[in-house]
């Protein structure tokens, strides 16, 4: 079956500009994660959800991140007013469960240039 | 003090070389993952590990629990190793992954 995937692959924005990041996660999975990796680093967790319910956002760097998973599929990753150090890769997976020990299925990334 | 901490952070190796990552970590876990991303930043996952030893193909991964530490070993390595990969663990309460910085592998033909 068809991974995960993220649109757009590549992004560049001007200084001050509102991105919307997507990502289709694997059909009927629970669990959706994005995280930020920045050239060169290991990716970091910026938030969770389970189903349509965001139960950590504790790695979103500030209030002008926000995402969302209305329907429990599709999440969204909001930007708003883009910093140059907001440059990166922005990775989403997904899992089957909910449970620690779970494979996390990773989608291909959206690389973010903030000009 | 990284919650997690991989060695080397370069590897150049010679093709069929025996190759060994490490990884320690310093926090309680649920599971240790290894994982493989190629340049364009796919991420694939090789391993998921709570105990013991795993395998698959030249792939070996190993964890000791007591002591916070993870290895993977890569035999008879090819060129077609060459990425780079990340240790990652699942933290003992929550979800999220805690990643290492990766290590960038070279295998030369």
């Known amino acids: 079956g068809a991974g995960v995937s993220q649109s757009p692959r590549y992004k560049v924005a001007k200084r001050g500009q509102d991105v919307a990041l997507r990502c289709d996660p694997i059909s009927g999975h629970v669990s959706l994660f994005w995280y930020q990796q920045a050239l060169g680093q290991g990716p970091e967790f910026l938030t969770y959800?389970?189903?349509?319910?965001?139960?950590?956002k504790s790695g979103l760097p500030s209030d002008r991140f926000f995402a969302e998973r209305p329907e429990g599929s599709v999440s969204t990753l909001k930007i708003q007013r883009t910093q140059q150090e907001d440059s990166a890769v922005y990775l989403c997976?997904?899992?089957?469960?909910?449970?620690?020990?779970?494979?996390?299925?990773f989608g291909p990334g959206t690389r973010l240039l903030v000009l | 003090k990284n919650e997690v901490e991989q060695s080397p952070q370069n590897l150049t190796a010679q093709e069929g070389e025996f190759i060994t990552i490490n990884c320690s970590y310093s926090v309680g876990i649920s599971a240790l993952h290894w994982l493989q991303q190629h340049p364009g930043g796919g991420i694939v996952s090789l391993f998921m590990l709570s105990s013991g030893k795993k395998k698959h193909g030249r792939l070996i991964a190993t964890i000791n629990i007591q002591e916070k530490h993870s290895s993977l070993h890569i035999t008879a390595s090819h060129p077609r190793d060459s990425a780079v990969y990340i240790c990652a663990v699942g933290m003992e309460y929550g979800n999220k992954l805690v990643f290492g910085a990766g290590t960038i592998l070279r295998v030369k033909s």
């Open positions: 997976a997904s899992s089957l469960w909910w449970t620690p020990r779970e494979t996390q299925y």
């Open positions: 959800f389970q189903n349509e319910a965001q139960l950590d």
